[in-house]
């Protein structure tokens, strides 16, 4: 009797040990995440505009699209009192590489002449970037580096779907009143969605924290490695 009392009773010691490793894991020690007080998608944009006053005669290139310089985007028959009835079709081409943004752009659709219809955004990763400000305590500065995965979001980019992003850059200037720090992210995935223009879209950004190590040795063969055990099974 007494045996089987003093197993129950180690039992539950080492359930409640596990238990409490496990809270203290997560809740001390577990991977965290940030998100940012301002952000917005950076990028470079070229305004497409119509050379001349008329119709929109032909849409070759989709909202959204990606496009090659040289490509063909639309196509304008001029109309004015000078050229009532039409005259020589005018040809709109991308100017650089990138995705074509535009808003109503379909045939028929009367512009101006300079109108703009639309936007070539560069796309590239090196032109494509997120600047977000990330409200962190300062003795946590040290747990935001580059190499941390991250979500952007937008109810206008991507269909509201997040983003995978990764940090590039943290900035060297800490923000004591906001409590806060700049960071720089390139966007891992092509958004299928972009407004027009794209460049300065407010979005949202999550960052994931590196989790913390347990600070003594002690406590964290007791109570961390066996809680690190469990998240391994779990996952």
Known sequence: MKRSSSFTLAVVVILFVLIQGWVMKEKFFGAKHVESTEAMLMGEDIAVGSPVAGFIADVSAA?????????????????SPLEPYGGEPHTVFALRDGIFAHESLTVGTFVQASQIV??????????????????IKPQLLSSIT?????????????????????????????????????????????????????????????????PRACP????????????????????
């Open 146 to 210: 580059p190499l941390l995965t991250a979500t952007v979001r937008s109810d206008l980019l991507n269909d509201g779907m997040p983003l995978r992003a990764i940090v590039t850059t943290v900035g060297s200037q800490y923000d004591w009143k906001k409590r806060a720090i700049t960071v720089r992210l390139r966007l891992l995935d092509d958004p299928s969605q972009l407004p027009s223009p794209a460049s300065g879209l407010p979005v949202t950004v999550s960052i994931a924290l590196r």
């Open 118 to 135: 639309g936007h070539v955004l560069n796309n590239n990763p090196d032109s494509l970037h997120v600047l977000a400000t990330i409200p």
């Open 63 to 79: 909202h959204g699209q990606r496009v090659r310089l040289g490509q063909k985007l639309f196509t304008v028959v001029p109309q």
């Open 216 to 235: 003594l040795s002690f406590f964290a063969n007791i109570l961390c490695a066996p809680a690190s055990i469990l998240h391994a099974q779990k996952q």
